[in-house]
């Protein structure tokens, strides 16, 4: 891994730690006098105002060691989604949303507000393009909140490993995927929201705790649930030891 520097100076990174779940990573370089950005508060942004996104799109910064700067506002706030395309599941929670431009390239850039605090980590965006070449801003950018960025660095540097490996042993499906007869059968109408416990498995966790078939899950932790997306977004982020508080 190698560090380049606006300024041209290359350096070998060493890799400190990574939680592929959260998709973020810590390296260190060995150098001295380093100018750096102040990391701001995440919790305390409004949507409608200004984003400024940093990156190296398209191999831009090869060219003169200098990173690209976009401008845009910060669209909206708390998105969470699950990509599914890895070998593995990576959890998007409470992502910022920006129209300031990112493309291809531009992930593991700083998102900073106007005062030039960053505020997230440009990391996803949604692109009509059918390759990763092709894959231009559309003005749908999402960066990881800076806040959850410190929260997985410093366990990282406490030296702490994030088990990801986590079985809960039960199936959940969206409301909506239930037949007319199941919804009459569970009392549900088109306006309920939550996710539906469609299987557990025996003497699993799940099992252990008093969870039912037919149990309609509305939140986790207190954070609320709509559909199976935000069950998956609650529970795939979770660490072996973590307790999930269900209602």
């Not at 998709?23 to 150098?31: G, T, W």
């Not at 990391?123 to 390759?131: D, G, H, K, L, M």
């Amino acid at each position: 891994i190698i560090v380049t520097l606006t300024n041209g100076d290359k350096y070998d990174a060493k890799l400190i730690g990574a939680d592929m779940v959260s998709d973020v990573a810590l390296l260190k370089i060995n150098a001295k006098n380093l100018h750096y950005l102040k990391l701001g508060d995440s919790d305390n942004l409004l949507v409608g105002e200004w984003a400024i996104a940093f990156g190296n799109p398209f191999g831009l910064f090869n060219v003169n060691s200098k990173p690209t700067v976009t401008v845009g506002v910060i669209s909206n706030l708390g998105v969470n989604f699950i990509n599914e395309d890895r070998p593995y599941n990576r959890v998007y929670k409470g992502m910022i949303q920006t129209d300031a431009a990112i493309s291809s390239g531009n992930s593991g850039g700083p998102l900073l507000n106007a005062n030039g605090d960053v505020i997230g980590v440009n990391t996803v965006i949604f692109s009509t393009a059918q390759s990763v070449q092709g894959a231009g801003s559309i003005g749908i950018g999402f960066a990881i909140p800076i806040n959850r960025v410190k929260k997985i660095v410093n366990s990282i540097m406490r030296g702490e490993k994030l088990n990801r490996d986590i079985y809960l042993g039960l199936e959940v499906l969206d409301l909506e995927e239930l037949d007319e007869t199941a919804k009459k059968a569970y009392k549900i109408d088109d306006k309920d929201a939550g996710a539906i416990i469609a299987k557990i498995y025996r003497n699993s966790p799940a099992d252990k705790s008093g969870l039912d078939v037919g149990d309609i899950v509305l939140k986790i932790n207190n954070e609320p649930i709509h559909n199976k997306s935000d069950f998956l977004v609650q529970i795939l982020d979770a660490c072996v030891g973590d307790k999930l508080e269900v209602q």
